[in-house]
């Protein structure tokens, strides 16, 4: 089942199409004598009474004398025969004649001639020209030679001689038709096809006003897609019947004659979807009706179908797309009677008795006899309409249920809804209540929270007061304790010192001594920053002075040795678990000789000379801390000084801050770039530029750690 329901349908569907398209005009018109009425093939009699001029096939009906030339004048069969069973080529030349008699009876009357002509036709009675068509005609401008009317003509003669001259089209090389029909009988024709028009027009507005219906509905609501499945099916019937009153040429006509399968197709879809079938795999119509048109083109222009091989073909394969709808809209409808829905089973029984319908009129007409007086032809027309009719009124049912279930449904939600709206208004009305007395209870305990925090806030303050105040008194000891700036410029004109504590007082220290024409100065960091790096760095300090003023060392490198184990002795750290100590860089400068003496630990020195940073290391160990157990040795460096060399000794501090348009570290390279480009200016503008750029860099990121930088110029 779910190969025929999956794949055999495209396959049968595509190449049964195919075949399909092999003849625009449909089995209804195929060829051969086999078509003829079983009376006309007993025909040969020259003299006609009133019953057999009643409506007297001339090619079916009379035998004529037949001439086949070719294009050149070359006579090519010459014969006597049915004009109506014979096959011409394209470029032949066709001249009959034939002389009839007509009964007394007969004479003196109007007649209508009906052609069916699917080339060019010059037809002559006793001499007179009686129609022209095609080539022949004065209004012929090429294109497509068929003509299919009425021509009235008096009959004065009883006996007549037709005389006719055949050029055959491109589409179908074989005579159509010519009857003769009596006034009666025309007028009989005439009100028949004015009320199949009517029939027509009335069943393709009511199944094209299904069609916008349920297209509106599929538009508003995209979930229903059966809705447009359904309107393709109405619209396709309803264009059918529209064009079916009018003269189409072969390739309308094709499509006019194809879309019953797509009509079949899009109604199987349907059942598909409204049943809830999911066996059946999507078919685009759009795909199948361009490979329709596609093929319709290459018959029209191609001067494909005239074989009969190819008519039987067309018969075959549309006897089989056909069924092959009907077992497909079968078995959906089969399925239907097991489903409990009102909708599946509404549809179901529906169309099932509109097939009913249709077999019992059918059995009916077949009970009629096969001719056209009975009026079997009506009674099928009827039968056909009625069945389509039906299947438009089931539709309506179940869109009229539809609609008044959701209707239904709609009115219930409403009901509901309300009596929801009313459950919450009162459920609010009742947490607004609690919500009041709630307030009121929170409003008394922020009352009393808040001035609980006030005293606290109080207290708060009068501490921070205190501890301000005692931070800055610390501060003015601490700065009491570091050397004078001008004492240095004394020394060194040209000098500049940035110390920005982060808190009130600072773990970052320098100090300077002068004696004769030495000079020694040092930039430290101690561990931690606040009180306890205050405390730290006024240990260092004067431990700093003391091995310089005491001892009177002078050598950086040995300062450094010595001060280390002056902050392990002095702090414990062999016996406790301090770890705390310095970063500390010491230059000596011999003023009259000239030179310069480095030594740091952990802080490094930075000379500019001519535009170009040097950078002197320092041993990577601090001094005191946790490797007292190391006898590290200080490398000392000595620099020649020249005019214009300038000297920087700094602190972590200012590299370590974060900030810029990132909030991220500024890193030793920005700052020495940043060092770099004030070269031209003077040593009070330095530092000024330096404080600038440190506050514009730190934006409003707090402040990470102490800052010290120490600048000369020599």
């Known amino acids: ?42 025909i040969k009699r020259k003299v006609f009474d009133k019953d057999s001029a009643e409506a007297l096939n001339l090619f079916y009906d009379v035998q004529w004398e037949i001439t086949v030339k070719s294009s050149d004048g070359k006579v090519k069969e010459l014969r006597r025969e049915y004009p109506g069973t014979i096959d011409i080529k394209e470029k032949d030349v066709v001249t009959c004649t034939t002389t009839l008699q007509f009964a007394p009876g007969l004479i003196g009357k109007v007649y209508y001639l009906y052609y069916n002509i699917k080339g060019s036709l010059w037809l002559k009675m006793n001499g007179r020209t009686l129609l022209t068509t095609g080539f022949f005609s004065k209004s012929f401008r090429g294109g497509n030679m068929r003509k ?11 006996v007549v001689t037709f005389s006719l001259v055949y050029l055959p089209g491109k589409v179908r090389r074989n005579l159509n038709e010519i009857s003769i029909v009596t006034m009666s009988r025309y007028d009989k024709i005439i009100k028949d096809e004015h009320e199949s028009e009517e029939k027509n027009f009335f069943t393709a507005a009511f199944h094209l006003a299904f069609g916008v219906i349920f297209l509106i509905i599929f538009l508003y609501h995209r979930a229903t897609s059966e809705s447009l499945y359904f309107s393709i099916y109405a619209f396709i019937i309803g264009l059918f019947y529209i064009f079916n009153n009018f003269e189409l040429n072969p390739f309308f006509d094709l499509l006019l004659f194809a879309s019953w399968v797509y009509a079949l197709e899009a109604l199987a879809i349907f059942l598909a979807k409204i049943l809830h079938n999911t066996d059946r795999n999507k078919l685009i119509l759009f795909g199948e009706v361009l490979f329709i048109i596609v093929m319709g083109l290459i018959i029209q222009f191609g001067n494909l179908g005239d074989s009969m091989a190819l008519n039987f073909i067309l018969v075959f394969s549309v006897v089989l797309l056909i069924i092959f709808e009907v077992i497909t809209i079968l078995y959906y409808l089969i399925q239907g009677f097991f489903q409990k829905r009102w909708e599946a089973r509404l549809i179901t029984y529906g169309f099932c008795f ?107 303050v009068t501490k921070n007061k205190e501890i301000i105040d005692n931070l800055q008194y610390a501060k003015r000891i ?12 004394k020394v060194f004109r040209e000098f500049f010192v940035l110390y920005l504590p982060r808190d009130i007082v600072s773990g970052d220290f320098y100090s300077f001594i002068h004696r004769d024409d030495q000079a020694l100065l040092a930039a430290a960091d101690c561990t931690g920053h606040g009180v306890s790096g205050a405390f730290m760095s006024m240990i260092g300090s004067s431990l700093f002075h ?13 300062i450094l040795e010595q001060l280390n184990k002056e902050i392990i002795r002095s702090l414990r750290q062999r016996s406790s678990e301090s770890n705390d100590g310095m970063d500390i860089a010491i230059c000596h400068f011999d003023l009259k000789q000239r030179m310069l003496t480095y030594a740091g630990a952990n802080r ?25 157990s190391q006898q590290e040795k200080f490398i000392l460096h000595q620099i020649a000084l ?32 940043a060092l770099l480009s004030v070269q031209h200016l003077d040593m009070a503008a330095q530092e000024k530029f330096l404080h600038r750029f440190f506050n514009e860099w730190k934006g409003n990121e707090d402040q990470v750690d102490d800052v010290l930088v120490m600048g000369l110029r020599i």
């Open 1 to 42: 089942m779910s190969f025929f329901n999956r794949t055999l349908p495209h396959l049968i569907f595509g190449a049964l199409t195919f075949f399909c398209v092999l003849d625009p005009f449909g089995f209804s018109r195929a060829n051969g004598s086999d078509n003829q009425p079983q009376y006309v093939k007993d």
């Open 478 to 489: 601490q700065s009491a304790i570091l050397p004078d700036p001008e004492l240095i410029r």
């Open 354 to 460: 509109a097939v009913f319908f249709a077999l019992v009129f059918f059995a009916l007409i077949m009970s009629y006899g096969m001719t056209y007086d009975t009026g079997y032809l009506e009674l099928l027309n009827y039968a056909s309409l009625l069945g389509l009719v039906s299947i438009l009124v089931i539709m309506s049912i179940v869109l009229g249920r539809r609609n008044g279930e959701n209707h239904t449904r709609m009115q219930a939600q409403v009901v509901e809804i309300e009596t929801l709206a009313k459950e919450n208004l009162a459920r609010e009305m009742e947490k607004q209540h609690l919500i009041e007395s709630q307030n009121i209870e929170l409003e008394r305990k922020v009352t009393d929270r808040t001035m609980e925090v006030m005293r606290q806030k109080e207290v708060i």
């Open 148 to 158: 299919e009317d009425y021509e009235s003509f008096f009959l004065a003669d009883s």
């Open 604 to 628: 490094p020195m930075w000379l500019i000379r001519k535009g170009e940073l040097i950078a002197y290391k320092a041993d990577k160990f601090p001094i005191g801390g946790l490797q007292f």
């Open 642 to 673: 020249k005019d214009g060399d300038t000297i920087y000794l700094t602190t972590d501090g200012f590299a370590d801050q974060f900030g810029g348009p990132k909030g991220k570290k500024m890193l030793t390279r920005k700052f020495r770039e």
């Open 546 to 558: 003391q091995l310089v003023n005491e001892r009177s060392m002078t050598n950086p490198a040995q």
